[in-house]
Antibody
Framework: QVQLVQSGAEVKKPGASVKVSCKAS????????INWVRQATGQGLEWVGW????????GYAQKFQGRVTMTRNTSISTAYMELSSLRSEDTAVYYC??????????????WGQGTLVTVSS | DIVMTQSPDSLAVSLGERATINCKSS????????????LAWYQQKPGQPPKLLIY???TRESGVPDRFSGSGSGTDFTLTISSLQAEDVAVYYC???????????FGQGTKLEIK
């Protein structure tokens, strides 16, 4: 069965970086886009960016340009999202999600369990 | 970016009754070349990731009960739950995926409760 398993919670100081992993199983990792979405406590959903695991091509929301980097290791079917220059407003649960091919990869049918990133001095 | 606005922000409906959630986009998300509306609906329960319910505005995801339906085109969309069940209590989000390059945006969410 398809699964996306994310790394555990992180606590970081302002100005630091965080790297969250998303390990895929149950399907061919390189055949489906991976997107990242975040959600602050009690708030709505915010798209961070996407990556094509086959080509490594990425696209980021304008808000995160210059601070976010999405990479992958195809040998272990794992996607990564690194966010730098962290500030308190980046405190949120970060989700990875698989693009649904029948929706051109643009809506997302499987999600990771979420990783809480807390930014605090 | 395309702004998505949902209404209402919260909704209380009796069990077995119909629930209707609206979503309006700041510009059309209908792609003329394929006549598809680039709009999805998600359900999120507390402590869980979102779950895809509807894509292409009206195509139900596999395994989603048929009491859930999506409609609309262009800038105005609706998610309807025909007969509310207790397990439908959740926050519902619309999402546009029209933008190229991708600039995906969500509505602010609608909290659905039992009356």
């Amino acid at each position: 069965q398809v699964q996306l398993v994310q790394s555990g919670a992180e606590v970081k100081k302002p100005g630091a970086s965080v790297k969250v992993s998303c390990k895929a199983s149950g399907y061919t990792f390189t055949s489906y886009d991976i997107n990242w979405v975040r959600q602050a406590t009690g708030q709505g959903l915010e798209w961070v960016g996407w990556m094509n695991p086959n080509s490594g091509n990425t696209g980021y929301a304008q808000k995160f340009q210059g601070r976010v980097t999405m990479t992958r290791n195809t040998s272990i079917s794992t996607a990564y999202m690194e966010l730098s220059s962290l500030r308190s407003e980046d405190t949120a649960v970060y989700y990875c999600a698989r693009g649904k091919v029948a929706a051109d990869g643009r809506s997302w049918d499987y999600w990771g369990q979420g990783t809480l990133v807390t930014v605090s001095s | 970016d395309i702004v998505m606005t949902q209404s209402p922000d919260s909704l209380a409906v009796s069990l077995g009754e119909r629930a209707t959630i609206n979503c309006k986009s700041s510009q059309s998300v209908l792609y003329s070349s394929n006549n598809k509306n680039y709009l999805a609906w998600y359900q999120q329960k507390p402590g869980q990731p979102p779950k895809l319910l509807i894509y292409w505005a009206s195509t139900r995801e596999s395994g989603v009960p048929d009491r859930f339906s999506g409609s609309g085109s262009g800038t105005d969309f609706t998610l309807t739950i025909s007969s509310l069940q207790a397990e439908d209590v959740a926050v519902y989000y619309c999402q546009q995926y029209y933008s190229t390059p991708p600039r995906y945006t969500f509505g602010q969410g609608t909290k659905l409760e039992i009356k």
